[in-house]
């Protein structure tokens, strides 16, 4: 960010949360997808635009392909990584599509492109308020070093609606 945006009187900040819940729509895909680009833009992270672009439209494009509810989009961005988590209302674990040799697909291959363009991938272990599942992706690149890994956020992920559970 441009040091002269930064208001004198606040710290710098080392990692920066944001959320979006998104309508059980067609457009959801590429609301999220813009949505992490503009905050990658903004930060300065133009490396990380379009692979995090990709792995987000892909998973909320799940969402809408095989759930009848909304999403919510969570992305934690630190100083050496990037996570993006995407929030459904569906129990049903992601299946990872296996490709038989020489079989050309149409379908089935988002979480195949999220487990190859990503650092790592999960699926996480607690609820997020109304949302029963949420798969997530982490991508490094800041400084050319191995990509560090956040901790294990399962907990964290539900802020702020943890409480909620409407």
Same mark, same amino acid.
């Given at each position: =960010?441009?040091?002269? $945006?930064?208001? #004198? ?7 920066? /949360?944001? &959320?979006?819940?998104? *309508? ?47 999403? =919510?989009?969570?992305? $934690?961005?630190? #100083? ?7 929030? /459904?209302? &569906?129990?049903?674990? *992601? ?72």
């Amino acid at each position: =960010m441009d040091p002269a $945006r930064r208001a #004198p009187h606040r710290p710098a900040q080392l990692t920066h /949360d944001y &959320s979006l819940f998104a *309508p059980a729509d067609a457009t959801a895909p590429r609301v999220c997808r813009d949505f992490v680009r503009a905050v990658l833009f903004t930060h300065d992270r133009e490396p990380l635009v379009m692979p995090a672009a990709l792995c987000t439209s892909e998973l909320v494009t799940n969402v809408h392909l095989h759930t009848k509810g909304s999403a =919510m989009i969570r992305l $934690r961005l630190g #100083p050496a990584c990037l996570r993006v988590s995407v929030f /459904d209302e &569906s129990p049903d674990p *992601p299946v990872v599509a296996q490709s038989t040799a020489g079989a050309i697909t149409c379908w089935g291959r988002g979480l195949a492109l999220v487990e190859e363009m990503a650092d790592t991938w999960g699926v996480a272990g607690e609820r997020a308020g109304r949302f029963a599942k949420g798969v997530w992706f982490e991508l490094g690149g800041f400084t050319g070093a191995p990509p560090v890994r956040m901790t294990d956020l399962s907990a964290d992920l539900a802020w702020p609606y943890a409480g909620d559970r409407s």
